[in-house]
């Protein structure tokens, strides 16, 4: 199975920081990398998929990048409704597999 | 719109049938998903099937005693959960795919397995 690492674990910021969460695929999984975030007690919603493509009504102040086996997943400006925990999630091969999700915190 | 039904308190040991009834959409045309969250902890996937139903995919960890189904007719996604585990204990998600994508939750329904 393809192992997904992200980091870090956790993450405490200000508002209007830029906030970087990395993601590390233990196998080259090309560009098939999606991003979710979920606030508690809720679904996950669909950020980004193929790795930098934002899904439809998905806010530009997000934004993902990397191939391979490095990406990562920015947040240009934070604001308090970025609050939530962060997955990755490669869709390469079966198994699919999500990383163990970044929480981040607004200071 | 997905809304999944069917959890509940079991037995270790015991069987649970979850369904998730998808609307809005053409469910013929998607492969489905079922995904989990034990309590405090991260997603899991644990199944998928094939728009028609004809080929099936499942993690290591419930092999052999979940499986996964549709019917078409009905716009339902089904798993069937056999020899349950306590740590089989999770909400459970359904997800609507495309092109391996997942691009639509359900609300998940509550699994818990405890004596």
């Known amino acids: 199975d393809i192992q997904m690492t992200q980091s870090p674990s956790s993450l405490s910021a200000s508002v209007g920081d830029r906030v970087t969460i990395t993601c590390r695929a233990s196998h080259d999984i090309s560009n098939y990398l999606a991003w979710f975030q979920q606030k508690p007690g809720k679904a996950p919603k669909s950020l980004i998929y193929?790795?930098?493509s934002l899904q439809s009504g998905v806010p530009s102040k997000f934004s993902g990048s990397g191939s391979g086996t490095d990406f990562t997943l920015t947040i240009s400006s934070l604001q308090p409704e970025d609050s939530a925990t962060y997955y990755c999630q490669q869709y390469n091969t079966y198994p699919w597999t999500f990383g163990q999700g970044t929480k981040v915190e607004i200071k | 719109q997905l809304l999944e039904s069917g959890g509940g308190l079991v037995q270790p040991g015991g069987s649970l049938r979850l369904s998730c009834a998808a609307s809005?959409?053409?469910?013929?045309?998607?492969?489905m998903s079922w995904v989990r969250q034990a309590p405090g902890k991260g997603l899991e996937w644990v199944s998928g099937?094939?728009?028609?139903?004809?080929?099936?995919y499942y993690a290591d960890s419930v092999k052999g005693r979940f499986t996964i189904s549709r019917d078409n007719s009905k716009n339902t996604l089904f798993l069937q959960m056999n020899s349950l585990r306590v740590e089989d204990t999770a909400v459970y998600f359904c997800a609507k795919e495309q092109y391996s994508i997942i691009v639509l939750w359900g609300q998940g329904t509550m699994v818990t397995v405890s004596s």
């Open positions: 099937i094939s728009n028609s139903g004809g080929s099936t």
């Open positions: 809005g959409f053409t469910f013929s045309d998607y492969v």
């Open positions: 193929a790795a930098s």
